[in-house]
């Protein structure tokens, strides 16, 4: 039974780390997210939940032209400079009720 187990809690690691190898460059495999942190488009402005998702490594963002990960500072789209996009940034608040 004890062997049963820690076989099936091994083809799971097996498994679960497969769909990691499976991400874009400069990305990484995350169950869940709230942003999928494309350049020019604020994640305070997304409002759904993305699940089993690649995204952008942090200081990169997805290019939404090519799709691939860029650096932020790459961005061809710019947003203003109060408009977090990445992952530490405070919530976005639109602006005419920052205080």
Same mark, same amino acid.
């Given at each position: ?28 495999? !995350?169950?869940?997210?709230?942003? #999928?942190?494309? @350049? ?6 997304? +409002?759904? =939940?993305?699940? %089993? ?12 032209? !090519?799709?691939?990960?860029?650096? #932020?500072?790459? @961005? ?6 109060? +408009?977090? =996009?990445?992952? %530490? ?11």
């Amino acid at each position: 039974m004890k062997s049963t187990i820690a076989v099936l809690m091994l083809f799971t690691a097996v498994l679960l780390g497969s769909v990691d190898a499976d991400c874009p460059e400069l990305s990484e495999f !995350t169950t869940s997210s709230t942003c #999928e942190y494309i @350049c020019g488009k604020p994640c305070g402005l997304q +409002t759904q =939940t993305f699940k %089993n998702i690649c995204l952008c490594i942090e200081g990169y963002l997805k290019d939404p032209d !090519t799709g691939k990960c860029i650096p #932020e500072k790459d @961005c061809k789209v710019t947003i203003p400079d109060n +408009t977090p =996009t990445l992952r %530490n940034a405070e919530e976005f608040k639109f602006s005419c009720f920052a205080s």
